[in-house]
């Protein structure tokens, strides 16, 4: 995609589950390889981008699925932001929990590998920015 076509103010939405396990308080990681707009992105929260026909947590929640094989339920948002790396990106990020704690991740999607991180110990994984809202969110799930 030409990304010169967006003008100012104009973004590409990118959902996001910061999806966490209550039973064991850890937050659910996954790994991407090549990235074509963030060469440097490698660990992410699971999400994707919005298909604009239904209700943004429904998109998240099927996206969720479809890139992890896990069931959650979107709670409500965390926090929104830009990025220094790549300023046309919008990010939302949601707080989802796991709702099938047996269930396994599936490697199907254009995720590679998974951890499951305690909040505190996401920091060390990212290696793109993480806003400081979104570190302090993490800490209060400790």
């Not at 209550?22 to 390889?33: A, Q, V």
């Not at 599936?106 to 920015?129: A, D, H, I, Q, R």
Request: overall charge negative; aromatic content about 12%; glycine content about 6%.
């Amino acid at each position: 995609m030409d990304w010169t076509i967006f003008k100012k103010g104009v973004f590409l939405v990118n959902l996001l589950g910061i999806i966490y396990n209550p039973e064991t308080k850890k937050i659910l990681i996954g790994r991407r390889e090549n990235d074509p707009h963030l060469k440097e992105l490698t660990w992410v929260f699971p999400g994707g981008r919005p298909d604009y026909k239904s209700d943004m947590d429904v998109n998240l929640k099927f996206e969720i699925k479809e890139n992890t094989g896990l069931d959650v339920e979107v709670k409500h948002i965390v926090f929104a932001k830009t990025y220094p790396e790549k300023r046309e990106f919008l990010s939302i990020y949601y707080h989802c929990e796991l709702t099938s704690p047996n269930q396994t991740e599936s490697t199907e999607g254009n995720l590679k590998e998974f951890k499951w991180v305690t909040p505190s110990e996401v920091g060390n994984y990212f290696t793109t920015s993480i806003h400081p809202t979104i570190l302090e969110y993490l800490k209060t799930l400790e």
